[in-house]
Structure formats: C-alpha cells, structure tokens
C-alpha cells in the first residue's frame, strides 16, 4: 500500500488525475472503475480540463461504476448514470457504449447482478479502481458486515449512509433504500485500486482502516490485503494517523 500526501482536496484532486490520465494514456484499451460521491468530484474537473487543454484521448476506454440506486431511472437527476454524464462522460469523448453501470430499474435485479458482474469479466478486469471513503468504513456501497467474498449484490442502505446522501436529495425519505453494488470481492479482483479520502471528518476512519488488520465491520480494511493499492489523501484526512513513515 502508498500512501501519498495531498496538501489539500485541489491537490489531492490534481494528483488522482494525473494518476488516471497516466492510466489512460499507457494501456490500449483501459477499464477504469469509476466511484461517485462528493470525493471524486475535483478529479472529474481536472480530468475534464486536461481533455479540453491536451486533449487526453477517451476513445479506448471503458468504465464501469461501482453501485447505482434502486429504482432511479438513469434520467433522474440522483441516479448515479446522470451523475457521471454530467461529471465526466458528457464532457471527454468517450463513447457512451463504453459506460457501465448498473441498472437499478431491472426488473429482476438478481440477474442484473450477474449480469454485472460477468460484463467486468468480459471487459478482462477493472484495471484501475477508483474509491471514496464511507464514514462508517463503506466502500463502494459494501455497509459494515458485508463478506468480503461478496459479488455484485443489492443492499439495504443503512440510515447513516442516507443520511449523509440526503444531500444531495429534496429530504431524507426521497433517499432510495436500497442500491446495486459491486461487492467486495468485485473490488479486491482490479488490479490497481486507487482510494481518495480528503477532510477532517474522514480521519478517524482512515487512521482505522491503515492500523486494523481486516475485519467486515470495516469494509476497507479489506484493501490491506490487496497488493496494488494507492491511497491519495490530503493533511486532514491524514491527520490522525501516528504511523507517519508509510507516508510520502
Ligand atoms: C460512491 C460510493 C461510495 C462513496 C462514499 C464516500 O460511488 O460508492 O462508497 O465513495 O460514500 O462518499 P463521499 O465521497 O461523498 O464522501
């Protein structure tokens, strides 16, 4: 696992970004997992400058997203598609047939769940996996408790969880209850994860899941047993870490 320092969320922000254009400039034909949230947001804006100034090609790329909500249709405003196409694939030429996530609308969401996780197979793999930090520990939409041999699976978000989306909704009970996820073991199957994690609200967490050994009732404590992990965090976030000499 690298740790790096970002002085702040610009930075970290700066820095996730030109950790994905490398990506996306060394493979030819790169999957990157793509993550939502408020986190990944500064990254998208960077990603989206660099495509307008160098013109950082997309043509070649596929995504595919972590989780998306039950019962959002991808033209609502919440849902997790409308999400990405006005953060990101609206904006960078990359075909639109080249954008996963999952349908939260289907009818028969268990097979949807195969579905998408036999798509990630057929594409050879996440090659990079972008994360956020839940409070609780969450990755992905994995609450504490899931196994880590989870596959993509629906889940039942926990209050905290949408309490802290509510955010983004007109009020709490307009927060779906229920979401399609790649599981953890989804995740831990990329070959690179990069996990981003800014403010203070987020230090006690981080400090948790890099001195725990891996445990379900922290999700990311789970990324301690991957090989390929790159963690960019700002000062806050880091703050409450002691262990300072795995830091660069
Ligand atoms: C988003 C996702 C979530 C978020 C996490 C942190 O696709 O899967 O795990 O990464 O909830 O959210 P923010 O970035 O809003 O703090």
């Known amino acids: ?9 610009q930075d970290m922000s700066e820095k996730a970004a030109r950790f994905i254009i490398e990506k996306v400039n060394g493979l030819s034909a790169p999957v990157l997992g793509l993550a939502t949230g408020g986190t990944p947001l500064g990254t998208y804006k960077c990603l989206r400058e660099d495509h ?5 090609a997309y043509q070649h790329v596929y995504t595919v997203n972590l989780d998306e909500y039950v019962g959002l249709a991808p033209y609502d405003e919440n849902s997790y598609t409308f999400y990405m196409k006005k953060h990101l694939f609206h904006h960078i030429g990359i075909p639109s047939s080249h954008t ?3 349908n939260g609308m289907a009818a028969d969401l ?6 998408y996780e036999a798509l990630i197979e057929r594409l050879g793999g996440v090659d990079l996996q972008l994360l956020g930090l839940g409070l609780n520990g969450h990755i992905g939409f994995n609450e504490p408790g899931t196994p880590f041999s989870s596959k993509t699976h629906v889940v039942e978000l926990t209050e905290s969880t949408r309490k802290a ?10 927060v779906p209850t229920k979401a399609v996820t790649m599981g953890i073991s989804t995740i831990m199957k990329s070959k690179q994860i990069l996990l981003l994690v800014s403010g203070a609200n987020k230090a006690g967490i981080l400090a ?3 001195s725990e050994e891996p445990h379900e009732g922290t999700p990311a404590s789970v ?9 960019i965090a700002d000062r806050d976030a880091l703050s409450a870490v002691k262990e300072r000499s795995m830091i660069f």
Do not use: G, Q, W
Request: glycine residues 0%; contains cysteine; proline residues 2%.
């Open 110 to 115: 268990t097979a949807e769940c195969e579905r």
């Open 52 to 56: 307008l100034s160098h013109k950082t």
């Open 208 to 210: 948790r899941l890099l």
């Open 223 to 231: 990324l301690n047993m991957h090989e390929n992990v790159v963690i």
């Open 1 to 9: 696992m690298k740790i790096i320092e970002a002085e702040h969320y």
């Open 165 to 174: 989306n509510a955010r983004y909704f007109d009020s709490l009970s307009s």
């Open 100 to 102: 996963y996530l999952p």
